[in-house]
């Protein structure tokens, strides 16, 4: 029989209300940044499933059809735990690192985060700032075509579902 909320543990309920905080952050990060890349003609798409299984935080295209990918983070054990950060490079031409305004950012200068690869963006809930642009590591014709179908039939799908609800059974789903 599961607890109720009122007979949690304190320790459960400081975690449950770390990450909702957190979750907050994170929204409030993705929309400085989207509203940042819309300002540059780049739209996204958030929670974007890859085919290696992983999920993209912002996945989006640029006027020029490249491929951009955004990880977000808002916690230093966030930051320093992902190790399998490096999976998303296989499915975007530029990647960036989306930060929340009070992380340290000291450790993104390492090569443990491939400064030479990644970009870095730091934003709130109203902007976001590009502190280090992200090198264009162009992928092949043919994975960026994949990818972009994918993304546009995933749009699609949100879409029709957020119009109509029932739809969301049918199909391959996300």
């Known amino acids: 029989m599961a607890e109720s909320p009122a007979l949690e543990s ?4 400081a975690d449950s209300l770390e990450t909702r905080i957190d979750e907050r952050h994170a929204l409030a990060v993705a ?3 989207c509203r940042l890349f819309a300002r540059n003609d780049i739209w ?10 992983r999920r993209a935080d912002l996945m989006g295209i640029d006027a020029k059809g490249r491929i951009v990918i ?13 190790a399998k950060w490096t999976d998303y490079l296989d499915h975007c031409d530029r990647f960036y690192w989306g930060l929340a305004p009070h992380l340290d ?3 993104m200068e390492t090569e443990a985060f491939l400064p030479h690869a990644c970009g870095l963006i730091v934003a709130d809930g109203y902007d976001a700032e590009i502190l280090r642009p992200a090198p264009s590591l162009p992928l092949a014709p043919a994975r ?7 993304m546009a039939r995933v749009s699609l799908r949100r879409q029709v579902v957020g119009v109509d609800p029932h739809c969301a059974t049918w199909g391959g789903g996300e």
């Open 105 to 107: 950012r000291a450790c």
């Open 44 to 53: 996204c798409l958030p929670e974007m499933p890859l085919r290696s299984n």
């Open 70 to 82: 955004v990880e977000i983070k808002v916690s230093k054990a966030d930051l320093l735990g992902d």
């Open 10 to 13: 304190p320790a459960l309920a």
């Open 31 to 33: 929309r400085g940044i």
């Open 144 to 150: 960026r075509k994949a990818e972009i179908e994918r």
